[in-house]
Nanobody, 125 residues
Framework: QVQLVESGGGLVQAGGSLRLSCAAS????????MGWFRQAPGKEREFVAA???????YYADSVKERFTISRDNAKNTVSLQMNSLKPEDTAVYYC???????????????????WGQGTQVTVSS
């Protein structure tokens, strides 16, 4: 089992920045694919960003050029730097992990095996 704990959420004005962190524990592996998803009230949980063990990154179109995902394999952490935040970025943000060598798309919820509890990000206009 893998446990994921997010931190760093909060309230920020539009145009501001936040940095989310996710600490992994348990049967972790640097080979896991790590991702961030978000869910706004009344909406489906959606893909935000992902990073493979080798450092390849993937982003939703809505956050490209504004968000940056990174990982520290030695510390078992993954981060999401969010800049130029917009009110529409308001959501609960979830960290996720997927075991390697899986078929499927890393852009989908079903690809991931483990999830954190989420952290609230609120962007005021």
């Amino acid at each position: 089992q893998v446990q994921l704990v997010e931190s760093g959420g909060g309230l920020v004005q539009a145009g501001g920045s936040l940095r989310l962190s996710c600490a992994a524990s348990g049967r972790t592996s640097s080979s896991y694919i790590m991702g961030w998803f978000r869910q706004a009230p009344g909406k489906e949980r959606e893909f935000v960003a992902a990073i493979k063990s080798g450092g390849s990154t993937y982003y939703a179109d809505s956050v490209k050029e504004r968000f940056t995902i990174s990982r520290d394999n030695a510390k078992n952490t993954v981060s999401l730097q969010m800049n130029s935040l917009k009110p529409e970025d308001t959501a609960v943000y979830y960290c996720s992990a997927a075991t390697p060598f899986k078929f499927g798309s890393l852009y989908t919820r079903a690809f991931y095996d483990y999830w954190g509890q989420g952290t609230q990000v609120t962007v005021s206009s």
